[in-house]
């Protein structure tokens, strides 16, 4: 069985997230979606808001 590794580093995983949520995201969902779960794609930018962690993730976008 081949191990995977991760294409990205925890670090630059959470620097790209945190770059398109602050340049993308946030406008768009930080008045309405207090207390919310937002997944965001990093290669991508997509993503989906919801109370559920596991709802947000897993809705394709």
Do not use: L, W
Not at 2 to 23: L, N
Not at 32 to 53: M, P
Request: with cysteine.
């Amino acid at each position: 069985m081949t191990v995977r590794q991760p294409r990205y580093s925890k670090e630059e995983f959470a620097r790209r997230g945190d770059e398109i949520y602050e340049s993308q995201v946030r406008s768009q969902v930080e008045a309405d979606n207090h207390s919310k779960i937002v997944a965001i794609d990093i290669e991508t930018g997509a993503f989906e808001v919801d109370a559920s962690e596991i709802a947000a993730c897993d809705r394709p976008v």
